[in-house]
């Protein structure tokens, strides 16, 4: 067989990494092992490549980390989390867009505020499980919860969408008919009584579906004991 480098020079050894024919001159004997030249600069390229990997996440300046703390999803921009960064930013803005709707302002800044103490302190855990090697720029897991919890999320937005229709509908009325007329329609308020309505409705429903099949796995346990 021929050296794999030199064509028409006889191979004498075979690599123990990759299993091909070498000369004397490609052969590098370690530990005991025929080892040919490519196999090794390979080793070596891989070596400093996850050297460079190691020195840029030890690099993280927690200083740094800590300034760009305070605008959500910049810390993990940073460390290379750009993914995941780009996703919270978008929900803090998102969050402070609603607020220009004069109803949703309150809830607005609510969100906008867990938004912002959630990736405070979010950005610094991740710092750490980033040295660690335990992190990557991945939003499966976000993606995930959003679909186990869809129907709460879309409760949500539900609401949100009903409660700023029905703003612009008081409004609009006030304007046909007159506050003078009727000072006593708010449908706002009203809107926001529903939602409590249902939402207790809700909560009861449930808690009774949970306690029947509660019951029928004992049931079911007892008839097989």
């Known amino acids: 067989m021929d050296c794999k ?7 004498v050894n075979t690599c123990s990494k990759c299993g091909d024919w070498i000369c004397e001159e490609c052969t590098v004997y370690v530990e005991g092992r025929n080892i040919c030249k490519n196999c090794i600069q390979q080793y070596i390229r891989a070596s400093e490549t996850s050297s460079v990997k190691g020195s840029s996440k030890s690099s993280i300046s927690g200083f740094l ?4 703390s305070f605008l959500p999803g910049a810390a993990h921009m940073y460390m290379g989390l ?11 803005m ?70 700023v229709g029905f703003q612009e509908l008081n409004r609009l009325m006030d ?17 926001f009584a ?18 029947e099949d509660e019951d029928k796995i004992d049931l079911r346990d007892h008839t097989n004991h």
Not at 5 to 11: D, P, Q, S, V
Not at 65 to 68: G, L, N, P, Q, T
Not at 82 to 92: A, D, N, P
Not at 194 to 211: E, H, M, P, V
């Open 175 to 191: 304007r046909i008919v007159g506050s003078a007329f009727l000072p006593w329609l708010h449908l706002d308020k009203i809107l």
């Open 5 to 11: 480098n030199h064509y028409g020079r006889a191979g």
């Open 82 to 92: 750009s993914k995941v960064g780009l996703m919270f930013l978008t929900l803090f």
């Open 94 to 163: 998102g969050s402070l867009m609603l607020a220009q709707f004069y109803s949703l302002t309150p809830l607005a800044l609510t969100m906008a505020g867990i938004i912002w103490v959630y990736c405070f302190f979010d950005a610094r855990n991740m710092k750490h499980r980033l040295l660690r090697g335990e992190v990557r720029d991945d939003i499966t897991p976000y993606v995930h919860y959003v679909k186990r919890h869809k129907n709460i999320f879309a409760l949500v937005l539900i609401i949100m969408g009903a409660f």
């Open 194 to 211: 529903a939602i409590f309505i249902i939402g207790g409705l809700w909560l009861i429903g449930s808690n009774r579906k949970t306690s």
């Open 65 to 68: 980390v800590f300034i760009f």
